[in-house]
């Protein structure tokens, strides 16, 4: 109805923001916090790029020629199929520093980015990167050249003036400059000691996302005209781009310094870029190495339980986390039927224009915003800054709507965009993801309650508590109206396909396992007990939120006390989900075990024959638990819902450190060996994804609670002691081994041998295998 799909001034609903002060409009956003948070490495779907935290930003970024098949090939956006042996950020600060190697056959590029205050005149300070080249030392004989392009882009469109015409840098090390409103006259230079041939090439153009296109263009363009392969040395007018080609005989070092906000003699311009370039980058550079040693010790405590093979891999797993956190704006698309909007051509409209700054599962892969991936990423990012964790959770939680719901994938922008096919982009305002960010938002109360906190950061958490409580209060709500089941304290996703004649199984992609099994048909009798605990730990997370902070009066109705009670109610949940048959926990549903694909001849619309995979039910649904053991299964466990002292607790544990169910040497495989969908395809083209494979959220989620029926007294403490002990140490081997064999932390781990699969450099959830060495879990 009208009344439902629109607010009172006639807007859509599901593109209405919710009314409440945003939280990224708090004080303790702004200032000084603001300020050394704007340049950043911002860009993670890039090897390697600089922009500020502002919509339209200048922008820096490098590519480089790669050889592939003795053909030479653009490197610049991150893609699997380069093929590079290794990349990713060694160390990373998150704010003022960063260290990247990335190595392409024999030459490895170390990349790193600093910035500096001390004698910086524009916002947000000063900044340098440089690019060290060298040789593995393969081919010590023929030394090979390096052709490298660095960019300057002002996505506002604001002109950018060459330094001079001929790159002379015996005359001048000034590459570009520009003025801009942000951070006013700046200027960007280039300085090394090598011997270096320089070109350029000056573009006006408003798309900055297809930069490599463009660049290609040009070279292959002089490589005909002249048969060399160097940038032609023009520009057209008012550009807004410029791009350097730096070539030289490995190795080469170059720097290159960022000066703002210049005015006139007395800006020291001379002296700011001598800092930031050669010995003294150098040492400056050291410094920060350093500090991120003494930080990464001091935040996890590793070096005298771990050997240095295995810190590494930990460092490289924060560094990477906080050196791949982007920012991103622009317009989500939501779906809204046509026939809700008579004048659009469209299934969609734009959601409101918006920034998002948020770390991001894999850079060459989804580097863009994922809500129940970010809950995860933050148990990390908090202990390490936990002013970087709110700064992202605000800003997330800033994207609530009216109806209290958060779109689940966050693609913003064209660069974005240009990741992403065309069907993936629009967004269902039906769908939901798992409401992780209570996770951080629970452990930070912990924090709290431990102690973790000086008083004055104990101030900002609560404060930043106080104004997230409206939207999270909303959020709870939007679960707790739109993905109730049938029964009191029952849940279940919605929005799955029961019309599909394709799938094995029809896919649960809002719970974030998408072809993880569920009842084998649709209905609004199921119930998910995965959903059913998330709504716990969310129900008891506000609860300590309103009784901590004392603000009940504030919000709605809900009486989180009961709610969390309710949940956590160890009877009602085994009534509901506990089969005592298997002695685990499942879903509620209409399910038969008979379905199966088989090949069936069609007729296509051109008359011709053809052969495709559908799908057949043999047997007749039923009401009744779904019988899969996995992760879904494990949810209690994981919420710690079970008493210490019971017997299920036992069994669940037996499941857990059962050999041919669940138990690998490499970790808990997701789907349990003995599940009829055990690795088994959903459709001609969907490989088994959450059917099998090892992944390293659950493992963590599982991990802790392990640890924590370690801790608390009763019979099975000493197992639970046992099977953590030996499921901790399986994890993190397997981790560092497939690091050091392939060069990358992977999404997930074979179900049979451990190697890495999925996409890589997921430093995502995975990056938990530094929790799991640090042994930091949730307390509660
Ligand atoms: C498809 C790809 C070139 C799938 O880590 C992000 C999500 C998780 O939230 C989810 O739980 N991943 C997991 O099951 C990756 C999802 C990628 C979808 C985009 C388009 C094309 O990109």
Redesign the pocket.
Known sequence: TRGLLFDESQKPRVITPFPAPKLMDLSMFQGDHKESLYWGTYRPHVYFGVRARTPQSLVAGLMWLGVKDEMYVMRHFCENSDDLSTFGWREHNGRDFGRQELVENDMILETSFVKSKEDSLGYGGDWAVRIDVKDKGLNDGAKRSAHLFFYLADEGGNVLNLGHDNLDFQKSSLLVSGSREDVGDWQIHLKSQNQLETHYSGFKTPHIYNLSDLVQQNLALQARKFGRLQLSDTSEDSSNIYIFQISGKLPFTIDIPFVSGIKGESSNVEKRLSSLSGLPLSDLLKKKHREFDTKFEECFNLSEKHDSETLGVGKTAIANMLGGIGYFYGQSKIYVPKSAQPESQNNFLLYWPAELYTAV??RP??PRG?L??EGFHQLLIWRWDFRITLDIVGHWLDLLNIDGWIPR?QILGAEALS???EE?VVQYPSNG?PPTLFLVIRDLIDAIRMEKFTASERDEVLSFLERASVRLDAWFQWFNTSQTGKEIGSYFWHGRDNTTSRELNPKTLSS???DYPRASHPSEDERHVDLRCWMYLAADCMHSITEFLGIEDKLSKEDYNSTAKLLSNFNLLNQMHYDSDHGAYFDFGNHTEKVKLIWKEVIQENGQLSRQLVRKTYGKPKLKLVPHVGYVSFFPFMSRIIPPDSPILEKQLDLISNRSIFWSDYGLVSLAKTSSMYMKRNTEHDAP??RGPIWMNMNYMILSSLHHYSKVDGPYSEKSRAIYTELRSNLIRNVVRNYYQTGYIW?QYDQVKGTGKGTRLFT?WSALTLLIMSEDYPIF
Request: hydrophobic share 40%; charged share 25%.
């Open positions: 599962p894999s892969f989804f994922f129940w991936d994938e990741k992403v096919p993936f993801n974030g396992l998408d994804y959450w999404e995502g």
